[in-house]
Nanobody, 121 residues
């Protein structure tokens, strides 16, 4: 079983920055694609950023140029650096990982519990 724990959320003024972290722990054989999603009140969950096993990245149009996703394979950790934050970035941010618990297991999607980001003056 793989557990994901996010951290780094909080209250920030417009134009400010935050860095989210998501650490994967537990029985981990291999981690493949890692993603950050967000969900604002009354809205559907949306994909924000993706980083593949090989390190290729992609972003939602609304955050491209402001957010950067990265990872540390040795620490089983994915990061989301968020700059030039806007009030519309306010949401709960969730980490999502495709991983294998052991070499005989299939690939499973794991989710963290979420961390709140609030952008307000």
């Amino acid at each position: 079983q793989v557990q994901l724990v996010e951290s780094g959320g909080g209250l920030v003024q417009p134009g400010g920055s935050l860095r989210l972290s998501c650490v994967a722990s537990g029985s981990i054989f291999r981690i493949y694609t890692m993603r950050w999603y967000r969900q604002a009140p009354g809205k559907e969950r949306e994909l924000v950023a993706t980083i593949t096993y090989g390190g290729a990245t992609s972003y939602a149009g609304s955050v491209r140029g402001r957010f950067t996703i990265s990872k540390d394979n040795a620490k089983n950790t994915v990061y989301l650096q968020m700059n030039s934050l806007k009030p519309e970035d306010t949401a709960a941010y969730y980490c999502n990982v495709d991983g294998q618990a052991d070499m005989y297991a299939g690939t499973t999607a794991y989710w963290g519990q979420g961390t709140q980001v609030t952008v307000s003056a």
